[in-house]
């Protein structure tokens, strides 16, 4: 199944996409343990920015895929496992 596609947008803690709510963050816990609101903005903030962070390792894995220096690989690697995690492979 393939994500919402961004541009996505936040307040407070929840997640919009087109004015439409995609998701709320921080509900969820177990025990004792619940996070703060501050936190719960982080979460949004940074799941509002899947998509942008997606397309953005996209685009260095394809700069440096031919580049056989140790740094360009180990940035490919690491671009790809997340990548990979991202879209649930």
Request: glycine share 6%.
């Amino acid at each position: 199944m393939k994500h919402t596609l961004g541009p996505w947008t936040t307040k407070d803690r929840i997640v919009y996409k087109d004015n439409k709510r995609i998701c709320e963050c921080g509900v969820i816990f177990e025990g004792n343990w619940k996070p703060r609101f501050e936190e719960q903005e982080a979460n949004a903030r940074l799941i509002a920015a899947a998509p942008d962070l997606l397309e953005a390792c996209k685009k260095v894995f394809k700069y440096t895929c031919g580049r056989n220096d140790g740094t360009s690989k180990r940035l490919r690697i690491c671009v790809e496992q997340a990548i990979a995690k991202a879209e649930g492979k």
